[in-house]
């Protein structure tokens, strides 16, 4: 529970009638005063899964003196509609483009990949999809018949509304009604700790915050899928197939002069350890 | 001056009540003209993605649960934080006494997240073991009835200190024993104070949200027995407020005014219960 958008955005919508009030002009786009001294206003809307991450880096890039990012969300589709008509100067997707997006230019910010995972001293090694969604809607019980003890399956899932789970009903074609929980849990650090907790528990979590637990000695066990290794690796060079890009959209040539600095800063390196403690995958 | 200054206290406290639940009301308001109330109590399910269209918007497994939560864990609070405060107050040496108070006190003052951390690392796994998949209603109960014993023995101690020593000097002149002094003179005469401990502890235990949601399973369902799983309402607002959007927003606030109502209703049936005595 860290982000209220609406609030905030109603915050910035008086701090911006505030200034109006005051009779300081506030022009539409930006206005560059120096040759390196960055002011004015950029607008971000778009995918909630990207928000948390874009708003970090927003907040870094507002040590800029002048700079106001303004950041609201709406799920990916109004990102790219917000871009085209020019209400945001970036819109935020959670997904790769669809072919009749391509007259924005995209810009990948990082990648967001889910793993399944099990406690560590389950003897099970990896599951197909077909089990995988046979335990998620209740139709397999026992690990016995998935290649494991003769124990009954604690079925760990996501709260609704968390992206990992769309990403997760997405990729195995679930829908939420069919899913049969025994936990539902919030974050992903919960869901590495009551899979931890549990050794009969399957659960999935961002690879991000697994690998992470993994490493430290948390007794959890990342399963492969189709084949391929759960890792960060694997979700940057694209080959762990649960997993998405998190781009960024803006017109073909950006109006707001702010909009190339923001850029330049968000899909640098600098931002990486922001990537990494929202337990995404950086790509560069 | 001093009636000013109280009067200004008193006003500022109660205007921040009545703004709150204002608050929470217009940001419940689109939800409950779009929705409905009724089928917040009328729908089989909780799947509120779907918007007021297409999803289900159904409270009562979570109003039952958190029912079910705080009456399990103020029936075995209650009866041992009242036995907890006579030992304190009638039994102990005087040195164990204060001993004990200091440790209550200090039980009190723990962050609820800990108790939801020991809960989820410790009394999950443990029941786990025992009834799969842990995480449940029994598990919720035990790790609340452990958080509000401390309000409920120091509350009733208080209330038990505050019994005139007159009345045990006139048992004693009587010639009860002990218990009797106890059972017939001491805790009627405590009554009121009693009464408020075990509200304080209910209200603490009904609002509990983060050791609920770590220890509970949180899987939206009407609790059939003391393993199951289940989602109590704060939990609901704690897990899905982040990343909720619109009527699934104002859905959950609704959850929030649910959580108001249920309060109110309680704290009415206390004063009722007080005024029938």
């Given amino acids: 529970m860290k982000f209220y958008w609406d609030l905030s955005r109603e915050e910035v919508l008086g701090a911006v009638l505030m200034v109006v009030s005051l009779g300081v002009p506030v022009s539409a786009g930006a206005q560059a005063t120096a040759a390196d001294q960055l002011t004015g206003k950029l607008v971000i809307t778009g995918s909630s899964t990207v928000a948390p991450l874009i708003a970090e880096i927003a907040k870094r890039f507002e040590q800029n003196p002048d700079v106001r990012v303004d950041v609201q969300t709406g799920g990916s589709s109004r990102g790219i509609s917000d871009a085209r008509n020019g209400l945001a100067d970036i819109g935020m997707v959670s997904r790769a483009l669809k072919p009749e997006e391509s007259d924005l230019s995209s810009h990948t910010l990082a990648r967001d990949g889910v793993t399944l995972i099990v406690h560590a001293s389950n ?38 509304g ?80 649960l997993a998405r890009p998190l781009v960024l959209v803006t017109k073909p040539r950006p109006g707001n002069p702010l909009v190339r600095p923001f850029l330049d800063f968000a899909l640098s390196a600098e931002v990486n350890d922001l990537i990494l403690a929202l337990s995404f995958v950086p790509v560069r | 001056m001093l009636a000013a200054a109280l009067r200004a206290a008193a006003f500022v ?18 939800a409950l003209r779009e929705i409905g109330l009724s089928r917040f109590f009328t729908d089989p399910s ?15 497994p979570m109003i039952t649960a958190s029912l079910a939560l705080t009456a399990g864990a103020v029936a075995l609070a209650a ?63 035990l790790v609340l009835a ?108 609704v959850s929030g005014l649910m959580l108001a109502a249920m309060v109110v209703v309680l704290v009415l049936a206390a004063e009722r219960l007080r005024a029938c005595e």
């Fill in chain 2, 46 to 60: 909780w799947h509120p993605q779907g918007g007021a269209a297409a999803g289900t918007f159904g409270l009562v």
């Fill in chain 1, 162 to 241: 968390r992206s990992t789970l769309e990403l997760f009903l997405a990729y195995f074609q679930l829908k939420a009604e069919e899913v049969k929980p025994s936990v539902v849990i919030g974050d992903n650090e919960q869901g590495v700790k009551t899979v931890a907790g549990n050794p009969d528990a399957i659960g999935y979590v961002s690879v991000g915050s697994a690998g992470y637990a993994a490493t430290y000695g948390v007794p959890i066990k990342l399963l492969p899928l189709d084949g391929v290794a759960a890792s960060s690796e694997t979700v940057a060079d694209s080959s762990f197939p």
């Fill in chain 2, 146 to 253: 452990l958080m509000i014993l401390p309000t409920m023995a120091l509350l009733a101690q208080t209330a038990i200190a505050t019994v005139p020593a007159d009345y045990r000097r006139g048992a004693a002149a009587l010639g009860l024993t002990r218990v009797g002094t106890l059972w017939g003179v001491v805790l009627p005469a405590a009554r009121s104070g009693l009464y408020t401990a075990a509200l304080l502890a209910v209200g603490r235990a009904i609002g509990e949200t983060m050791a609920v949601l770590m220890v509970c399973g949180n899987v939206v369902r009407s609790p059939s027995s003391l393993f199951a799983p289940v989602r109590a309402l704060t939990a609901n607002i704690a897990l899905e407020m982040a990343y909720a959007l619109d009527d699934h927003r104002s859905a959950l606030f």
């Fill in chain 2, 79 to 141: 009866p041992l934080g009242l036995l907890c405060a006579l030992f304190c107050t009638d039994y102990a040496p005087l040195g164990l006494a204060t001993a004990f108070r200091r440790l209550m006190e200090v039980l009190a003052g723990i962050p609820s997240v800990v108790y939801g951390f020991w809960g989820l690392v410790v009394l999950v796994p443990l029941i786990n073991r025992w009834q799969p998949p842990g995480a449940s209603l029994l598990a919720g109960i």
């Fill in chain 2, 13 to 30: 406290c109660g205007a921040f009540v009545v703004l709150m639940v204002l608050f929470v009301l217009r940001e419940s308001w689109p």
């Fill in chain 1, 123 to 160: 003897p099970v090694t990896a599951l197909t999809a077909e089990q995988v969604v046979g335990i998620y809607t209740g139709r397999i019980r026992s690990w016995k018949d998935a290649g494991g003890a003769d124990a009954p399956i604690t079925v760990v899932n996501k709260a609704e």
